[in-house]
Nanobody, 126 residues
Framework: QVQLVESGGGLVQAGGSLRLSCTVS????????MGWFRQPPGKEREFVAI????????TYADSVKGRFTISRDNAKNEVYLQMNSLKSEDTAVYFC???????????????????WGQGTQVTVSS
């Protein structure tokens, strides 16, 4: 059973930074691609970023490109999301997710991921 636990969320002022972490257990991290999604208040869950098995390539949503960086440490079984220049519209619950290979769903679809963390709240005040 794969388990994902996010941490690092909180309240930050606009322009500030936060670093989210996702700890993976139950499976070797190096065997799965990992993604971050977010769900703003009253909206659907949306893709943020994905990182491949080896750490390259990485793909980002246009809304976070140039401000967010996804990374991974397979030795620690952890995935990170460094968020800089935060904006009020980045306010959301952030989820890490483990991709399910071969299910035909695109990487930007929540359906392409088989395991999810419980989420961590990020609130950006303007």
């Amino acid at each position: 059973q794969v388990q994902l636990v996010e941490s690092g969320g909180g309240l930050v002022q606009a322009g500030g930074s936060l670093r989210l972490s996702c700890t993976v257990s139950g499976r070797t991290l190096s065997s799965i691609a990992m993604g971050w999604f977010r769900q703003p208040p009253g909206k659907e869950r949306e893709f943020v970023a994905i990182i491949s098995l080896t750490g390259d390539p990485k793909t980002y949503a246009d809304s976070v490109k140039g401000r967010f960086t996804i990374s991974r440490d397979n030795a620690k079984n952890e995935v990170y999301l460094q968020m800089n220049s935060l904006k009020s519209e980045d306010t959301a619950v952030y989820f890490c997710a483990a991709r399910v290979p071969g299910n035909g769903r695109p990487y930007y679809s929540p359906g392409g991921y088989g395991y999810w963390g419980q989420g961590t709240q990020v609130t950006v005040s303007s």
